[in-house]
C-alpha cells in the first residue's frame, strides 16, 4: 500500500495524490460498511490496482483526523481564511464573528480578509482592522481586482491547508484564483436585486498553492451559521480575548450575572464592548 491525501472527490470517486502521481479511488467496501466516509483533506493508504500507470487504487485506511468541518466537508485544515467584502455586499460584523467563533472551536488559526479593499476609504479598513487585530486576529486588506494583498495571504497559506469561507458575493472564488490561476474557479455575479453573491463553488477541492507547500479548500458561501450544535458552557473558549477563565471566581462562570467576573470588569478596558455584546446574544443560539 502507499499513502496519499484526497484533493478532491465526485461522485464516490476520490482523487489521492501520492507521491508517483494522483490515483483514482473507490473506497473499500467495509469502509462503507462501518459508515466511514472519505473526506477532502483526509490522509488514506491505498492499494494500487492493476498497472501502476493506470493510476487508479481502493482506500484501505483512513488515517486519524486532526479535525473535521462539517461544511464544508473537508479534514485535516489548519486555518480559516474568513473572507468578507468591505462594499458590495458591505461587511457584516455579526456573521463574521460568528465563522470565527466556529472556526474557533475547530482549533483552526484564523486570518481574517478584507476583500474589495479598491472600492472604500482606508479608514473604513483602519476601522475594521481596529477591532480585530485588537483581539489578536492578523487582519490583510484586499482587492482579488486591484490585486491588492494577494502575496500577504499567499504568504499565510504557506505549509498550511486552509479554508476559504464567508458569505457568497465578497470574492473567494476570484481571490482563490488569483492564488492558484489553474484553478479557474467560476465567479459569481451580484445580483443588483438583492445584492447578494450567487452561490459558484459546488463542491470541496484542495488546490495546491505553488512555490509555498500550501493548500487551499474553496467552500459554497452561506449566509446562515447556527451554534445549536454549542452548549453554552462552552461558547467562551471561542471569544479568545476572554482568555482561560482563571481569573474569574467560579470556573464555570459564563461571564453574564456571576459576581467577581473578571471578563465583565475587563469589557473596555481590554475586550471591546460590542464583541462582548456579541457573544451574549449568541449564547441564545447555543444547545442547551
Not at 41 to 55: C, F, H, M, R
Not at 231 to 238: F, G, H, N, P, V
Amino acid at each position: 500500500m502507499i499513502k496519499g491525501r484526497i484533493i478532491k472527490g465526485v461522485g464516490g470517486l476520490y482523487f489521492v495524490d501520492a507521491d508517483n502521481g494522483i490515483f483514482s479511488c473507490n473506497a473499500r467496501g467495509i469502509l462503507r460498511k462501518d459508515k466511514i466516509k472519505p473526506a477532502v483533506g483526509d490522509y488514506v493508504s491505498i492499494s494500487i490496482l492493476g498497472d501502476e500507470s493506470e493510476k487508479t487504487g481502493v482506500i484501505e485506511e483512513i488515517h486519524k483526523r486532526r479535525n473535521m468541518l462539517i461544511r464544508p466537508w473537508v479534514a485535516n485544515v489548519d486555518q480559516a481564511i474568513i473572507v468578507f467584502s468591505i462594499v458590495s455586499p458591505a461587511i457584516n460584523l455579526d456573521l463574521l464573528d460568528r465563522i470565527i467563533a466556529l472556526a474557533e472551536e475547530q482549533r483552526l488559526e484564523i486570518v481574517i480578509c478584507i476583500n474589495k479593499a479598491d472600492l472604500c476609504s482606508e479608514s473604513e479598513i483602519l476601522k475594521i482592522k481596529s477591532i480585530y487585530e485588537q483581539v489578536g486576529y492578523k487582519v490583510i486588506s484586499a482587492s482579488a481586482f486591484a490585486n491588492i494583498g494577494i502575496t500577504d495571504i499567499k504568504e499565510a497559506l504557506a505549509k498550511n491547508t486552509s479554508v476559504f469561507a464567508g458569505p457568497s458575493g465578497v470574492g473567494k472564488s476570484s481571490i482563490v484564483n488569483r492564488l492558484v490561476p489553474s484553478a479557474l474557479m467560476e465567479v459569481g455575479e451580484i445580483s443588483d436585486k438583492i445584492r447578494r453573491g450567487k452561490h459558484t463553488t459546488r463542491h470541496a477541492e484542495l488546490l495546491r498553492v505553488e512555490n509555498n507547500n500550501g493548500f487551499v479548500v474553496d467552500s459554497p458561501g452561506f449566509s446562515n451559521v447556527s451554534f445549536s450544535h454549542i452548549k453554552r458552557s462552552e461558547l467562551k473558549y471561542y471569544f479568545k480575548e476572554f482568555g482561560d477563565n482563571d481569573k474569574c471566581k467560579f470556573l464555570d462562570c459564563l461571564h453574564l450575572n456571576e459576581p467577581s467576573c473578571y471578563v465583565k470588569e475587563q469589557v473596555c478596558n481590554g475586550i471591546l464592548q460590542i464583541r462582548y455584546n456579541r457573544y451574549i446574544r449568541f449564547l441564545d443560539d447555543c444547545g442547551d
